[in-house]
């Protein structure tokens, strides 16, 4: 296969159906090898994916070790020139799989890249495209507070989304709800750091994709991803997100 896929899932049967059917839509449906990694859901994710899309490869892990654990899973069972790494609860039209493929594999300086994220309206989602330093990630955790507003645009390269003319610019990292990353290097580094629970395995996984080429934003793409920030409404959620982030700081380097 030219393309493949890979989306991990727990408890995600409200939304799997969507991403899956506008994989089946693609206009390259024969060219994508999909893989969906439940991560011991038990809202019956499973048994939706095996009954309704047969061309799902479903893997199923004996604990939830985490985002980036349940990608792994996967990674030696891909053969294809681009993998992909998607939520599920995104969406996209059926000519994105092959322009953002044919893109990345135009591009010999680039090894991984995303599409722009919108909401259902069309209006920008803005995740974080900057490396990620302490003041940047207080700002956006504090999102609500505006006098942080410079700092949350700067981790989110603001002024480069709104002004970049339609042509791919570089980023520190692509966020994990949606990337293509050319395969043989996503093998190369070994895949995700899967210590990390959830939250800056993205950022961990670009970085050390950055030592083989260039990081970047496709903006004439755009694929439709609403985002729960479940890190900023659950105190469970954000003891997992500083957890992360001190793991990020000690591997990489603390950064103020």
């Known amino acids: 296969m030219k393309y493949s896929v890979s989306i991990v899932t727990y408890n995600s049967i409200d939304d799997i159906g969507e991403v899956l059917n506008c994989l089946q839509k693609s206009d390259i449906f024969q060219d994508i090898e999909t893989f969906v990694i439940d991560n011991c859901s038990t809202d019956g ?7 309704n899309y047969p061309f799902v490869k479903v893997i199923k892990n004996k604990r939830n070790g985490g985002y980036g654990y349940g990608h792994n899973a996967a990674i030696g069972k891909i053969h294809s020139k681009v993998h992909f790494i998607i939520n599920p609860d995104i969406r996209f039209d059926t000519e994105l799989i092959r322009k ?16 722009e994220m919108v909401s259902e309206n069309g209006d920008f989602v803005f995740p974080p495209k900057a490396q990620p330093k302490l003041h940047l990630i207080f700002a956006r955790f504090f999102r609500k507070i505006r006098f942080f507003e410079k700092w949350r645009k700067e981790y989110s390269m603001h002024e480069k989304v709104m002004n970049n003319d339609g042509k791919p610019f570089n980023i ?6 949606f990337m293509a990353i050319k395969t043989k290097y996503y093998k190369k580094v070994k895949g995700f750091d899967d210590r990390y629970f959830l939250y800056y395995e993205d950022a961990d996984l670009t970085r050390k994709l950055l030592k083989y080429g260039a990081c970047k934003c496709v903006p004439s793409l755009s694929v439709i991803h609403e985002g729960k920030r479940a890190a900023y409404h659950s105190l469970k959620c954000s003891m997992i997100m500083i957890s992360s982030m001190v793991k990020y700081f000690s591997k990489w380097g603390f950064k103020i």
């Open 45 to 51: 994710t499973v048994d939706y994916v095996v009954k």
């Open 172 to 177: 520190d990292f692509c966020s994990g709800a």
């Open 100 to 115: 953002t493929g044919n893109f990345l594999l135009n591009s010999k300086s680039t090894v991984i890249c995303t599409p």
